[in-house]
């Protein structure tokens, strides 16, 4: 009965870990931010010299973009890429006790079986315990039981205490094998993404159309603020991806080891030098969700958050074309409506004056803004 105690108590713990995670980073990051912020020392200054920061929303549209990135602004529906603005209390922390809510098939899923099977069992489990413990405690105290029994055997009881904890085990296994397999043997994929971690920044690479990448650098208080984004959480360049395709993520690093983690996906997969990992996630809800680095990595650790914006498939290809990669040819279409529309030749209509909720663009043409940072990637032929 100890060992078995032992074991629901570090499953209980375990079970609790992932929702603490959240928290804490959330209530050690501004601690640290306000540590980090002069970047007066070596690594800092290391870290910044790495990729080029974003260039700043300034000019005349600076007050329209930031205007249009409030969330009662754009929503799902948006149009306008890149910058969608965040909805809240969807793909990032918001102060809830517990996991987001999930927008992948394996994210329901491993709630459902994290709420309805192990809370549920870790709870009565627990309670009952603790009700028993209460019970020999006060029933058999020296006082009210002077003479203890000397009994050392009872079949029964024993019997019980083997087989009950097994059923419990074989009822906790069947759904988690289940859910393991399903996480394992994801659909044949509709879009490949290489993810690299790097101290202290992201690298996406889309190999399926044409091999361009992005360097995706965590922007500053003050753009967060501008754009509506939640504090630490914004990213200069987003990873992209299509709503309701199969998205494929290999994930690797390129100095030490990072993790790549969108909680409401449910995914988080290890950043390896020298390794290749892979998960996937199909997200049919276009929005942006909110995800950060979950291995300590460094110095800036907490400054290399993740942010994946889904769009409509029209959407992914006009934007696939404005970072100058194709679109396969043989590709499936992920929406049944992506080719019919694909906005392929003609990207996107111009937005109307005043309702514009993209970040500016230079030349103020209707093509969706690539940073400066992007055409360097670009120019470099990565
Ligand atoms: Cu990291």
Redesign the pocket.
């Known amino acids: 009965m100890k060992t078995l105690l032992k074991i629901f108590a570090a499953a209980a713990a375990l079970a609790m870990l992932p929702a603490a995670a959240p928290a804490q980073s959330a209530a050690s990051a501004p601690a640290a931010a306000t540590k980090s912020a002069p970047p007066s020392d070596a690594i800092s200054a290391r870290s910044q010299a790495a990729p080029a920061q974003p260039e700043a929303i300034s000019g005349p549209n600076a007050g329209a973009a930031a205007a249009a990135t409030t969330p009662a602004a754009t929503g799902p529906a948006a149009t306008n890429l890149p910058h969608a603005s965040p909805t809240p209390g969807i793909g990032q922390p918001d102060g809830r006790i517990g996991f987001q809510d999930q927008f992948t098939p394996i994210g329901r899923e491993a709630l459902w079986f994290h709420n309805w099977i192990l809370m549920p069992i870790i709870t009565l489990v627990t309670l009952f315990v603790l009700l028993l413990m209460l019970y020999v405690i006060v029933r058999f105290r020296r006082s009210a039981n002077p003479v203890p029994s000397r009994t050392s055997h009872n079949t029964m009881i024993e019997i019980v205490w083997t087989l009950v904890p097994v059923l419990i085990l074989l009822a906790i296994a069947v759904p988690s094998i289940k859910l393991l397999s399903h996480q394992y043997s994801p659909p044949k994929a509709d879009l490949t993404v290489k993810v690299t ?1 790097n ?2 920044y992201w690298t996406y690479s889309y190999p399926d159309n044409g091999g361009f990448e992005l360097v995706s650098n965590i922007l500053s208080e003050a753009d967060d603020k501008k754009r509506g984004e939640p504090r630490l959480l914004g990213v200069d360049e987003r990873m992209v991806v299509p709503a309701g395709a199969e998205v494929k993520v290999i994930v690797t690093a390129s100095d ?1 080891i ?2 790549w983690g969108v909680p409401a996906f449910w995914v988080k997969m290890d ?1 390896v030098p020298g390794r290749l990992n892979e998960t996937s996630f199909k997200v049919d809800r276009p929005g942006l969700y909110y995800g950060q ?1 979950v ?1 300590l ?2 110095a800036r ?1 907490g400054f ?1 958050p993740i942010a994946v914006e889904v769009v409509t498939p029209a959407q992914f290809a006009a934007w696939v074309k404005s970072k100058g990669g194709t679109m396969p040819g043989q590709a499936k279409p992920v929406n049944g409506d992506a080719t019919a529309t694909s906005p392929i030749t003609n990207p996107q209509p111009a937005p109307a004056a005043g309702s514009q909720a993209t970040e500016p663009t230079s030349a103020g043409t209707a093509k969706p803004p690539v940073t400066s940072q992007s055409q360097a990637t670009s120019s470099r032929g990565i």
């Open positions: 971690g101290q202290w030490v990072h993790s950043a680095c291995e990595c460094g650790h290399m």
